[in-house]
């Protein structure tokens, strides 16, 4: 079985720094640079990883194709919200960590192309680098950068490259 991956001491400052485009600014201004950005990018797909960010891409009818949310904003809970979705599958992935339940759970619902929400119990932040990994080419992936914006990760190989070589760097341990 496929390991499991945790991040180490060495790795953490990676996470500090947006993985895509930053997009300051509050919320309204945030999605109408991004509306504006999904209008010339024309992308594939748009996958949410946040609870912030994909309330707010609902809220203004934007509607991505996989929605990673844990009910929490900044580690403190959030009133549950359970977003319109074909499937609605829940998950355990650990703080600091990325599981093979996570990565199977966003690799089925990208292959299967159907509105998918996946709820996580634990945390779904470094989900991002899975949700690039797996997403076709030229999607949006997006998560919160908090107190500053959002971010926007546009799938490439290049970027598939980066998220495959941060995922190299960190711990693995055998899934049970």
Not at 27 to 38: F, G, R, Y
Not at 97 to 118: G, V, Y
Request: proline residues 6%; aromatic residues 4%; hydrophobic residues 35%.
């Amino acid at each position: 079985m496929p390991p499991d991956y945790s991040v180490t001491p060495d790795i953490i400052s990676k996470f500090k720094e947006p993985f895509g485009k930053l997009i300051q600014g509050t919320s309204a201004e945030t999605i109408n640079k991004l509306e504006t950005m999904a209008k010339k990018e024309k992308p594939t797909s748009i996958i949410s990883v946040g609870d912030t960010v994909s309330r707010n891409l609902h809220k203004h009818h934007i509607i991505p194709q996989l929605s990673i949310t844990d009910n929490k904003s900044m580690r403190r809970k959030l009133q549950p919200k359970i977003f319109p979705a074909k499937n609605l599958v829940k998950i355990r992935n650990p703080q600091g960590k990325i599981t093979q339940q996570a990565i199977t759970a966003i690799r089925n619902a990208l292959e299967a192309n159907t509105h998918t929400h996946i709820l996580v119990e634990g945390e779904e932040d470094l989900l991002t680098l899975i949700a690039v990994l797996y997403a076709k080419e030229n999607s949006l992936v997006i998560y919160g950068q908090p107190r500053k914006g959002m971010v926007v990760v546009k799938v490439t190989d290049a970027k598939k490259a980066e998220a495959q070589e941060i995922l190299r760097f960190m711990k693995t341990t055998q899934a049970n």
